[in-house]
């Protein structure tokens, strides 16, 4: 038996529109990464665990942002690398986990992330703004689990 994606095209297509909108700004890489559980783990150490399965803290600034949610389990997590880090503001991630926690709670979750994104963007935009020569490093799709 197939199983039925969490998202829509168009609402896959909106934050990995909300990702390449963000990154024409930065040379921050953001990526986001579904799938039905933690599999029992705390939803920031699962984080963790496919930031460094996806290759993100292989970028040239460490400047990586995943976006993990496990929808069944109905928990997300937002980790930076250390290169933003030791950059943004006290708060910052908890800023944006409660934006984009808003947005679920009303069931918006493709709505929820694009705005997170977005709001992460404006971030890396002030402390790792877009270079000429900048390449993209990381996929922009949807990873999942």
């Not at 559980?37 to 920031?44: A, D, F, H, I, V």
């Not at 990586?64 to 997590?77: E, K, T």
């Not at 929820?112 to 799709?141: C, M, T, W």
């Amino acid at each position: 038996m197939a199983v039925k994606p969490f998202f829509t095209k168009e609402q896959e297509a909106t934050i990995i529109g909300a990702i390449k909108a963000a990154e024409k700004n930065t040379s921050g890489e953001i990526r986001v990464h579904i799938e039905p559980t933690t599999k029992g783990k705390e939803p920031l150490d699962r984080a963790v665990e496919v930031f460094q399965e996806l290759e993100m803290h292989q970028t040239e600034a460490r400047n990586g942002v995943l976006f993990y949610l496990a929808y069944d389990d109905h928990r997300f997590s937002i980790f930076g690398d250390q290169g933003i880090n030791e950059k943004v503001e006290e708060g910052f991630w908890d800023s944006t986990r409660d934006l984009i926690q808003t947005a679920f709670q009303k069931g918006e979750f493709a709505q929820g992330l694009a705005h997170g994104i977005k709001e992460a963007g404006r971030v890396l935009k002030a402390y790792f703004p877009y270079q000429e020569d900048d390449q993209n490093e990381l996929d922009d799709s949807i990873s999942k689990g």
